[in-house]
Antibody, heavy 121, light 109 residues
Framework: EVQVVESGGGLVQPGGSLRLSCAASGFNFSDYAMTWVRQAPGKALEWVSGIRANGGSTYLADSVKGRFTISRDNSKNTLYLQMKSLTAEDTAIYYC??????????????WGPGTLVTVSS | QSALTQPASVSGSPGQSITISCTGTSSDVGGSHFVSWYQQHPDKAPKLLIYDIFNRPPGVSNRFSGSKSGNTASLTISGLQDEDEADYYCSSYTSTLTVVFGGGTRLTV
């Protein structure tokens, strides 16, 4: 079964940092793009970042550029999202999703259950 | 990148058909083959329904169909069922190599 599961969420103070992880299983991780999508409480989905299958290219939403970094370790079948300079506006459920082959960061299937990040003092 | 425009809510009766629109620009929906639709039930992760404008992944009912005309994509659900009650989101790849979502549509059956 193709599966992705996020971890690393929690409560962090404004200005703080956090690293999210996403463990993938059931597919050849190194062949597929991966993506992070977030959803603030009661709000719409927001695309955050994507990364090519080989990790050679990364893509970020303007709202997180300069603060968030996406990376992957294909030897560990794991995707990461390093977040810094966090603000209350970053409070959301963060979903990891498997993309399409190679560079296809534009399709998300399946999604993980999500991990909640709360930025508050 | 501005969010794609979707109606906030739509409703229909069991057995009826409904269509949800998703309007963007020539820099996203109008210029992209990579338009997708997702279904999200309350407190659940989204699920892919349609990709590349009109393709259904394995296991998705053929009651769900997608199309596009100009800068507007559409999701049609035929033979509405109670379990279709959920939030629906469109997304599109953009000319700046990012992805943009719609604001979401709440379907009431």
């Amino acid at each position: 079964e193709v599966q992705v599961v996020e971890s690393g969420g929690g409560l962090v103070q404004p200005g703080g940092s956090l690293r999210l992880s996403c463990a993938a299983s059931g597919f050849n991780f190194s062949d597929y793009a991966m993506t992070w999508v977030r959803q603030a409480p009661g709000k719409a989905l927001e695309w955050v970042s994507g990364i090519r299958a080989n990790g050679g290219s990364t893509y970020l939403a303007d709202s997180v550029k300069g603060r968030f970094t996406i990376s992957r370790d294909n030897s560990k079948n794991t995707l990461y999202l390093q977040m810094k300079s966090l603000t209350a506006e970053d409070t959301a459920i963060y979903y990891c999703a498997k993309g399409g082959p190679d560079i296809a960061i534009w399709v998300f299937d399946p999604w993980g259950p999500g991990t909640l990040v709360t930025v508050s003092s | 990148q501005s969010a794609l425009t979707q109606p906030a809510s739509v409703s229909g009766s069991p057995g009826q058909s409904i269509t949800i629109s998703c309007t963007g620009t020539s820099s996203d929906v109008g210029g992209s083959h990579f338009v997708s639709w997702y279904q999200q039930h309350p407190d659940k992760a989204p699920k892919l329904l349609i990709y590349d404008i009109f393709n259904r992944p394995p296991g998705v009912s053929n009651r769900f169909s997608g199309s596009k005309s100009g800068n507007t994509a559409s999701l049609t659900i035929s033979g509405l069922q109670d379990e279709d009650e959920a939030d629906y989101y469109c997304s599109s790849y953009t000319s700046t190599l990012t992805v943009v979502f719609g604001g979401g549509t709440r379907l009431t059956v």
